[in-house]
């Protein structure tokens, strides 16, 4: 059990990085249908490349600490390469193996930014 | 294990499973599940089309359902009962056949505590038709603000749909009253009821309601996925336009248009699930033989309240009156809470259980939902206790 709520995801959870707002940033919003979570996450772009990304919303501690990493990795990306990434890379940053249910949770963040 | 545990192979081959999400299924008994199979194996075919023998069979069986459930619900007549495939449907079924009496400016009463199925079909109408939703409110004790009726109840009214047993509070609203009160307002008002978690739990008998028309799910009372019902009064019923047409419901077709069959088959268009509606035989003799669950669900209830009450930064949304209470561990979200019980074999439902409006007055986005059934133990109280001492030990909380 301590393996899911391993420490960099409730450090994650309870101390996000990357949570705020980017004035005029380009925005997009997606909700887990399961439980009605919504993330909204903003972008400044430079040149077609990711320079700095926030997210606002609440949620659980997979899809907090999910968004939260996956920030950090996209800063220096281009969008269309965001776009490309695969759910599983969100696992392996979070280190963890998640159940069908629980995938769909971490995997918010991502679906938010396909929808830019 | 206890004599009825072991009736459900479920529970026979997962014996630490603690199931607390009867909310949103009944586990099935064995004797339901073998009636499905007699079905499936030995009278495998259609109803009401061959007159060769196996075909005969299955059309007795299917209306023998029918008749044990008018029975069962105490419904005045076996037509007054309408295979649907699960409350949804009922209620929609009653929201789209009686859509030219609502008029603009007209108004459809629901409450805050309603399920989804019992409050996007009103939305719908009352859109479609230029008419107006109001609510009952709930109070602080999870129980609807009734008196209220009296200011919301008028002869716009046209519509009064309500639940008999809220799926997140657990509340048992008081639908003789409620109805009493709302008829005596306005006599042409239709109540319809969403009875999904009532029937499974308690006696249900529509003839001493007073509503209209009642809904409710067969998985939801032990019994197979994918059959409901809908009980109406027969001279509603008879009135009520049909919302799928095509075979099986029509009395003649011609070039041009077509009739109507009669009420039970009017509503019953294209091929129900057959070997579902006669599997809930077996749900129904289940229940008439163990008898119904709800003091003891209350019971169960009841001490998990006490015993979450001195745990710290536990919120707790129950009104105590039936086997369901909702929970938020404060700073956790629902679904962490949700996995980390499943983790030691505790099954819960986490989110809003389909109930956006209601977690909105209660101020919280999701919470954790303990529903019981007739399996459930006092000993289950304590696996639940351990498990939310183990989200404050992981959160910290």
New interface residues.
């Given amino acids: 059990m301590d393996d899911l709520y391993r420490e960099i995801i409730l450090d994650r959870y309870e101390n996000p990085k990357n949570r705020g707002k980017l004035k005029d940033g380009k925005e997009a919003l997606e909700a887990n249908l399961m439980c009605g979570d919504k993330i909204k996450i903003s972008v400044k772009m430079v040149k077609g490349v990711i320079e700095d990304a926030k997210f606002e919303g609440g949620g659980c501690a997979i899809s907090m600490a999910g968004v939260d990493l996956l920030l950090d990795k996209i800063k220096g990306m281009k969008l269309s390469e965001v776009k490309k990434m695969k759910g599983a890379e969100i696992e392996k940053m979070m280190g963890v193996e998640l159940t069908a249910a629980r995938k769909r949770c971490a995997y918010l963040g991502l679906e938010v930014l396909k929808k830019m | 294990m206890n004599k009825i545990k072991n009736q459900f192979p479920v529970l026979e081959k997962n014996k630490d499973l603690v199931y607390l999400d009867s909310g949103a299924s009944c586990l099935k008994p064995k004797k339901v599940i073998e009636k499905l199979l007699e079905y499936y194996r030995k009278y495998p075919v259609n109803i009401h089309r061959g007159v060769y023998e196996m075909s005969s069979k299955a059309s007795e069986e299917y209306e023998r359902s029918r008749e044990m459930v008018a029975e069962f619900i105490g419904a005045g007549e076996s037509e007054e009962i309408i295979f649907t495939s699960g409350t949804t449907e009922g209620i929609n079924m009653v929201a789209r056949g009686f859509e030219k009496r609502i008029k603009k400016g007209d108004e459809i009463l629901v409450s805050e505590l309603e399920h989804h199925s019992n409050l996007v079909p009103w939305q719908e109408l009352a859109k479609r038709r230029g008419a107006r939703l109001k609510y009952i409110k709930i109070k602080r004790n999870f129980k609807l603000n009734i008196s209220d009726l009296d200011t919301l109840v008028s002869e716009k009214t046209k519509i009064l749909a309500i639940a008999q047993v809220s799926n997140v509070l657990g509340t048992v609203n008081p639908i003789k009253e409620i109805v009493r009160k709302a008829k005596k307002i306005n006599p042409g008002i239709l109540v319809v009821v969403d009875g999904a978690q009532a029937v499974g739990h308690m006696e249900v008998k529509v003839n001493e309601l007073g509503a209209d028309f009642y809904a409710f799910s067969g998985h939801k009372m032990y019994g197979p996925m994918g059959v409901g019902v809908l009980w109406g009064k027969k001279k509603l019923l008879e009135e009520m336009e049909p919302i799928n047409f095509g075979g099986g419901m029509i009395s003649e077709v011609g070039r041009d248009g077509s009739s109507w069959a009669k009420i039970p088959e009017k509503f019953e268009a294209g091929t129900r699930a057959v070997g579902e509606v006669i599997g809930l035989q077996e749900a129904i003799l289940f229940l008439k033989k163990e008898g119904f669950s709800l003091d003891k669900e209350k019971r169960i209830i009841r001490k998990l309240k006490s015993k979450l009450s001195q745990l710290e930064g536990v919120k707790i949304f129950s009104a105590l009156e039936s086997g369901i209470l909702s929970l938020v561990v404060l700073g ?5 809470v949700a ?2 019980l499943n ?1 030691k074999g505790v099954a819960v439902r ?3 259980h389909c109930a ?1 409006v209601l ?1 909105k007055v209660l101020g919280v ?2 919470s954790v939902r303990i529903s019981l059934g007739i399996y459930n133990e006092e000993e289950d109280v304590d696996k639940i206790i351990e498990g939310i001492k ?1 989200v404050k030990r ?2 910290k909380k």
């Avoid at chain 2, 956790?332 to 962490?336: E, K």
């Fill in positions: 956790v979200h629902s679904h962490d996995e980390i983790r986490s989110g809003h956006q977690h986005e999701s183990e992981i959160f």
